[in-house]
């Protein structure tokens, strides 16, 4: 069966530090991969997602870049994080037309 | 006007009652709907896809009105466990999960 499995689970970073979130799949190969974020009180906004290796599409502009070095792993990045960047960071895949979440890491910039 | 509109509530309900979610969409093509449930500070989880002819599992029904562009999602003789976020998904497309649009979520707490 399919697994996902992102860290860290939660992060406390301070501003204008870097940032590094690794998400990895097991069970599939190819899959669509996305980073999601959800800000207090609000939905869930799509940030990147990437049809296969060294490809990404970026949704909304910000300061976060994507990679996905590997088939199945998908890592966010911010050479300087802000204190808007706060958040739950979300790794999905994708089957078909239905996605399947990470565990999140809740991202707090101080 | 956004993509997926729902009623943030909070819905507060009695242990055995049943309770009903309405969730609006823009975009009268479409294709693909869906609920997910997410717990406080998790992950959120698929609850269940929603078909045009509507579904049923267990004490959840999920009913699609095109006409009226809106899903809705009935729980009866809710239970405790039943309490969390409930989230309205649409996929516009056939295929694409970077399509899928979600609302803001309805908050759900059943009390003892």
């Known amino acids: 069966s399919q697994t996902i499995h992102q860290w860290p689970a939660t992060l406390v970073q301070p501003v204008g530090s870097p940032l590094s979130l690794e998400c990895t799949v097991e069970?599939?190969?190819?899959?669509?991969l996305y980073w999601y974020r959800q800000a207090a009180g609000r939905g869930l906004q799509l940030l990147f997602y990437s049809v296969g290796i060294g490809q990404i599409s970026s949704e909304v502009p910000q300061n976060l870049s994507a990679s996905r070095p590997q088939d199945r792993q998908f890592i966010l990045s911010s050479k300087k994080l802000l204190l808007s960047d706060s958040g739950f960071y979300l790794c999905?895949?994708?089957?078909?037309?239905?996605?399947?979440f990470g565990q999140g890491t809740r991202l707090t910039v101080v | 006007r956004k993509e997926v509109e729902q009623d943030p509530g909070p819905f507060n309900v009695p242990e055995g009652a049943t309770v009903a979610f309405n969730c609006t969409y823009s975009?009268?093509?479409?294709?693909?709907f869906f609920w997910y449930r997410q717990d406080c500070r998790k992950e959120p989880k698929l609850l269940m896809s929603?078909?045009?002819s509507g579904n049923e599992d267990g004490r959840f029904t999920a009913q699609l009105n095109r006409a009226s562009q809106y899903i809705s999602l009935l729980i009866r003789d809710s239970k405790l466990s039943d309490s969390a976020t409930y989230l309205c998904v649409v996929n516009p497309y056939q295929t694409g999960a970077n399509n899928l649009f979600f609302g803001t979520g309805t908050r759900l707490t059943v009390i003892p």
């Open positions: 975009n009268s093509a479409s294709q693909s």
């Open positions: 929603v078909y045009s």
């Open positions: 999905a895949w994708a089957a078909n037309t239905e996605a399947f």
């Open positions: 069970g599939t190969s190819n899959p669509n």
